[in-house]
């Protein structure tokens, strides 16, 4: 089968070498004419392991080119990012566009996926729309369906193929056919609905961490007031077995989860709304922690830049955000998969006075307390993921601060 895929980012195109390296003839669109010269080289960015191997392997099939003009196919994928603007609305104007190119050259039998994460209603009442511009007519000349992405980046390769997909077809032929094309590399169970509920779905349960991230948050702050620690009140907690409390944090970035909420509730003030602004809003805290604790104009070296562990991924990552609110301070930066802030800790950690681990990579578990402090100015270490040992730094002479928990006062 000739398979377009439209946006070759951290979904397109690890998606277009999938059904490449399963024999289909794959054409990559991009609007990115770096990105598509770089694929019909064989050049490729992503740094995730295994996925490098997978993606040179669909080269070398020969099956996988890259064009910035889209071309007649039989199956139009579409993977192109979906935003909010400034003021968290969804900024629809690339699945706009992509469907706009896909109707130049669309034909009878054609199928379309949705890929892009949307809010309910797009797939009916914005995409069809446009696609029809061809005319022909979706579910009588063209299948239509959205099938959410919820992969994992830092494991795309794996969740690709393991988890469980959703297909949302505008109708039982569409849901079919999409249902095949997948079954091709999708070991894990594939449901059907209908393209609304696909899209409400995929909101659901990003929506779901993100309001349990902000109650972990909530918490962690509370904690903070009380003098106690969130850590060992989860912990307990988490022993009933109808508790599941997440852990808190310096805040919820990545393309998908301080994003996805916005496309529910799209401008109603409510649980979900509040529970974006608790997320967005721990940042601040971390700032407020710093400030308090560093001196003016003070060197602050951070650990991890990418917006969770063990990714370079950076996209809405709390350190970036974190960044601009530290305009008083010297900040040094450190993060073993961000390239450019790949670089030795102690030359970052030199004469800081206050080192604040953002990010839980796993690279970090190495780190000395003792040596760290050597060449540290200052003693102030604030974690922000429980992720070292507390006694150990203390033992080494830090004063060490824990993310939602302070001292009992018995
Ligand atoms: N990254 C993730 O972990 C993840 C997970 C699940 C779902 N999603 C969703 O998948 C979609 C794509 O996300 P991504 O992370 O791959 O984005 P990305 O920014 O990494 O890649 C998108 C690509 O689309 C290209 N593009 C933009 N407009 C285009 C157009 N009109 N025609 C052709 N190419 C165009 C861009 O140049 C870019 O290369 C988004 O809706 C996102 O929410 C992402």
């Known amino acids: ?131 029809e511009i061809s005319g022909l007519t979706a579910g009588k000349d063209f299948d239509l369906c959205h099938c959410p992405e919820r992969v994992m980046p830092g494991q795309i390769l794996k969740e690709l193929t393991e988890n469980r997909r959703l297909i949302g077809g505008i109708d039982t032929k569409s849901s079919k056919r999409a249902k095949e094309l997948y079954s091709t590399f999708v070991e894990g169970e594939i449901y059907i609905a209908d393209p609304t509920t696909a899209e409400f779905t995929k909101l659901a349960e990003n929506t779901f961490r993100d309001v349990n991230i902000a109650l972990a948050n909530e918490l962690a702050l509370l904690c903070e007031k009380h003098n106690t620690d969130i850590w060992k009140v989860r912990e307990m907690a988490n022993n009933h077995p109808r508790v599941d409390i997440h852990k808190p944090g310096p805040g919820v970035g990545g393309h998908c989860l301080p994003v996805d909420p916005w496309f529910l509730v799209n401008g109603d003030s409510g649980l979900i709304t509040k529970c974006r602004e608790i997320n967005d809003g721990m940042v601040e805290h971390v700032e407020a922690t710093i400030t308090a604790n560093t001196g003016q104009n003070g060197v602050v070296a951070i650990l991890g830049t990418a917006y969770k562990a063990n990714t370079e991924d950076k996209r809405n990552s709390p350190t970036m955000k974190l960044l601009g ?52 100015k200052g003693d102030v270490v604030i974690d922000t993921r429980n992720f070292f040992d507390p006694s150990e730094w203390k033992n080494a002479g830090a004063k060490y601060i824990l993310l939602g928990a302070r001292e009992p006062q018995i």
């Open 1 to 131: 089968m000739r398979i377009s895929v439209i946006g070759l980012g951290y979904i397109g195109l690890p998606t277009a070498a999938m059904f490449a390296n399963r024999g289909h003839h794959v054409i990559g669109t991009d609007v990115d004419d770096k990105k598509v010269e770089n694929v019909n080289k064989g050049v490729f960015a992503i740094e995730e392991p295994g996925l490098l191997a997978f993606l040179r392997d669909a080269f070398n099939t020969g099956n996988l080119r890259a064009s910035v003009e889209i071309e007649p196919c039989d199956v139009f994928i579409i993977c192109v990012p979906t935003p909010i603007d400034d003021g968290n609305k969804p900024d629809l104007s690339y699945v706009e566009s992509a469907g706009k190119n896909i109707a130049s050259v669309l034909q009878k039998g054609n199928l379309v996926i949705l890929e892009s994460t949307v809010p309910p209603g797009t797939t009916i009442n914005l995409l069809k729309p446009i696609l």
């Open 325 to 376: 609110l530290l305009d008083d301070f010297d900040i040094r930066l450190h993060d073993p998969y961000v390239k450019e802030h790949r670089k030795s800790i102690d030359e970052v950690v030199e004469k800081a006075d206050t080192l604040v681990l953002m990010v839980d990579h796993r690279d970090y578990i190495d780190i000395v307390p003792a040596d760290i402090l050597k060449l540290m």
